[in-house]
């Protein structure tokens, strides 16, 4: 199937209660996806979703198209995905029910303000305003 067919994230087919521990990566790029893929194939146990902004970027990861080439990643996505590998849009339902996030977002540096020189911390500072909020 082509990217352009496919939903934006496929639904979890797995129950939350399946799985020991809930890892969430931000971003599904040259990082975030082929390192979860890894993690997922290699701990079962373990549910691991890749969100990221970017619909079109998860929708390949959803594809049979990927957006990423790797020799053999092809494989271990069509191994773990829709088991305890995911791929998903939605950034905040993730972020809440993670025990475990990996931030592998693109890192603009911060040009103004506190921190300023830093990475900026848009990521971080969502997740600490979903915590509060729960
Ligand atoms: N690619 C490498 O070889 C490499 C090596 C060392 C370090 N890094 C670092 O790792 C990080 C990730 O690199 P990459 O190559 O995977 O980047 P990438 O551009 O391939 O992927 C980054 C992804 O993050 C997504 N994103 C951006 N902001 C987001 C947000 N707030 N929430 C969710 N998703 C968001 C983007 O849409 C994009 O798909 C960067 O900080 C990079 O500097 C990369």
Redesign the pocket.
């Known amino acids: 199937m082509h990217p352009s067919q496919t939903p934006q994230h496929i639904t979890n087919i797995s129950t939350m209660s399946d799985f020991k521990l809930n890892i969430c990566c ?8 082929p390192t979860m893929a890894v993690i997922a194939e290699n701990c079962p146990h373990i549910r691991v979703c890749v ?4 619909a079109a ?1 998860i929708a390949a990861w959803n594809s049979d198209y990927l957006p990423i080439y790797e020799p053999g990643l092809k494989e271990v996505v069509e191994k773990c995905r829709g088991k305890n590998l995911f791929f998903s849009t939605d ?1 905040d339902a993730e972020l809440v029910k993670a025990d475990i996030i990996f931030i ?4 603009p540096t911060k040009t103004q303000g506190i921190g300023a020189g830093k990475v900026r911390e ?2 971080e500072r ?1 997740r600490s305003e979903l915590s509060r909020s729960r």
Do not use: K
Request: proline share 0%; aromatic share 4%; hydrophobic share 40%.
């Open positions: 931000m971003g599904a790029g040259y990082v975030g996806g969100v990221d902004l970017n970027q950034i592998s977002v693109n890192t848009a990521s969502r």
